[in-house]
């Protein structure tokens, strides 16, 4: 009970720190935010239960007025804003990469950075684009137009998250939690 | 850790939060109920005026966090200019500009101490059916104290990097810092533990 609470704070707290560091070059001298990376990582680490509680309390932080999000953003003007649907889908997204991770005991790295392209990227996105279709007035094509330029940044990530998820295993076996 | 609340005071800081978020919930539910650029119009201006009733310093500061806005006003601008639904482009932006204007006001104006017993009364259904929300508090509390604390051992780590290498900082600290957030966590966990735990 201590353990999970801690670790599912101490991971809401790794996305927002992953949000204040300066932007990492993350691939081809690209410099993107790690923080997206963080919710993937949330679901492959701590699982599907777990990863969703941390990522839930990162948002109510957020909505608490705490400038939590990359670039500083937070308060409740992020919720009314056109990306509000991708917040939503944050907490779904690292339920799914976490639920997959623990279902499929394939490879740990290939294994989560293909769960976080379906549960990161896939999910994520669905509820992205649905949010941003409501908040514009536009049709759900239309609104998936709008994003198609940061997919390629977040199957990066994606295959990162691979390589941290089998990272962490090796460094800290026993707490990565979705293959406990 | 420094919060949205604007440090300038104004008179919508000693409204109460309960109240101040009720009224938000209610506007923003109107905002998306009508069409008409006019009605939003007014809407917009109503929310401006309350920004002014700040005061210069207070109306800049709502100013600015409204940039992040931009890139999504730009493709209203392109998208219903190339159409030509002038009338529908207008009442987006402004619906747009008005709700996250609103929320922003509410942040500004309410103390994190104030956001969270608002959260903490909203929860108490929770507990009178005998179910503890002293996790969720103390999670918050958690959240709140280790986020500057990882994002601190964060810039050590890309200082380090620095110092050895003349590329600029990659994904590579992304796995010793999730491994001290592993750490702090088993440390905090055997804490708890240790004056008597979550019961």
Known sequence: ?180 | MISLTSPVRIWAHSARAGVKLGLLSLATGALFATESPVLLGVAAAGAGALYVSGGTEFARAGLRSLRLLWPFLLVIAIWHGLTGQIAAGIAVTLRLLTAVALANFVTMTTQLSDMIAVMSSLLAPVRRLGLSTRALELSVALVVRFTPTLARKGQDLVESWRARSPRRPGWQIVIPMAALAIDDAEQVAEALRARGGME
């Open chain 1, 1 to 180: 009970m201590e353990r999970n609470l801690a670790l599912i704070a101490l991971f809401a707290a790794l996305i927002a720190a992953l949000g204040l560091i300066p932007k990492l070059t993350l691939a081809f001298g690209v410099p993107i935010t790690a923080q997206s990376m963080g919710v993937m990582l949330c679901g492959t680490v701590l699982g599907a239960r777990r990863g969703a509680l941390a990522v839930l309390l990162f948002l109510a932080l957020v909505a608490l007025g705490l400038p939590l999000l990359a670039g500083g953003r937070g308060g409740l003007g992020v919720f009314a804003s056109p990306t509000v649907g991708f917040l939503i889908g944050f907490p779904v997204a690292a339920f799914v990469t976490g639920f997959i991770v623990e279902r499929w005991r394939g490879n740990l790295a290939l294994v989560s950075a293909l769960a976080s392209v379906i549960g990161g990227i896939l999910v994520l996105y669905v509820f992205g684009i649905a949010g941003l279709a409501f908040m514009l007035d536009k049709t759900l094509t239309e609104a998936a137009l709008l994003v198609t330029a940061f997919i390629p940044g977040d199957l990066i990530k994606a295959g990162l998250a691979g390589g941290i998820t089998s990272g962490l295993a090796r460094a800290r076996p026993e707490s990565v939690l979705s293959r406990g």
